[in-house]
């Protein structure tokens, strides 16, 4: 069975810490994405990597860094939360190739920045 | 600018009735077209997609989806709603001249009244 597992369910941090969300992906998928979900806004990419230590910023990724030193685990960092950082944070995997290949998420991170 | 339009931001439908959910994008080509669904708690899943060939297009747990592109559109149908069915539907596009990524409508959540 595939499987997106992402380091913690919930988290609240304070404004100004520094925060890293780990996403590990047992599918030897080479491409894996970072999102952010709000309401009424959907999903918006904010990094993306295509490869080990290979990224590109997605539509948002200002406030935002990430890091992929192994092919299974993709790393977003908050280098200095802010609260408009509150929100659910989704990491998603999938295959290499045609654009039709399945993302496969993981179950997210609600994050709150006090 | 390309975007995906889902109008509906709730819809309420009697369990055993039948429901569609509304999909429009603006782009020039044809794109590849997702719905995915997430349950509460949950990561998202896919539901189904459409890259080419029959215009109607048949998913997991009863749904189907038809693009039509004189409309630039692919809503979402199933016959006959159960409860658990109660949760945020996404549709999703990709344009491979836009990159390797996706773009998220803002969803629409389902409520299921019995």
């Known amino acids: 069975d595939v499987k997106v597992t992402q380091s913690s369910r919930y988290l609240v941090k304070r404004t100004g810490e520094k925060v890293f969300l780990e996403c590990v992906q047992d599918?030897?998928?080479?491409?894996m994405f970072w999102y952010r979900q709000d309401p009424g806004l959907g999903l918006r990419l904010i990094y993306f990597?295509?490869?080990?230590?290979?990224?590109e910023k997605g539509d948002i990724p200002e406030g935002y860094s990430v890091s992929r030193e192994k092919k299974e685990r993709f790393s977003l960092i908050l280098e200095s939360a802010s609260t408009n950082q509150t929100s659910m944070y989704l990491c998603?995997?999938?295959?290499?190739?045609?654009?039709?290949?399945?993302?496969?998420f993981g179950p997210g991170t609600r994050l709150t920045v006090l | 600018a390309q975007s995906v339009t889902q109008p509906d931001i709730h819809i309420t439908v009697s369990e055993g009735a039948s429901l569609e959910l509304r999909c429009n994008y603006s782009?020039?080509?044809?794109?590849?077209l997702f719905w995915y669904v997430q349950s509460p708690g949950q990561g998202l899943q896919l539901l189904l997609k459409?890259?080419?060939?029959?215009?109607l297009v048949q998913g997991i747990k009863g749904f189907e989806a038809e693009f039509k592109r004189s409309q630039s559109s692919f809503n979402l149908r199933k016959p006959s709603v159960h409860w658990s069915d109660a949760a945020e539907y996404f549709c999703?596009?990709?344009?491979?001249?836009?990159?390797?990524?996706?773009?998220f409508g803002a969803g629409t959540i389902l409520r299921v009244k019995s």
């Open positions: 998603a995997s999938r295959e290499q190739g045609p654009l039709y290949n399945e993302q496969f």
């Open positions: 599918m030897d998928h080479e491409n």
């Open positions: 990597s295509y490869d080990v230590k290979m990224k």
């Open positions: 782009y020039g080509a044809t794109p590849y």
């Open positions: 459409y890259f080419s060939g029959d215009t």
């Open positions: 999703a596009v990709g344009l491979q001249e836009y990159g390797n990524k996706l773009v």
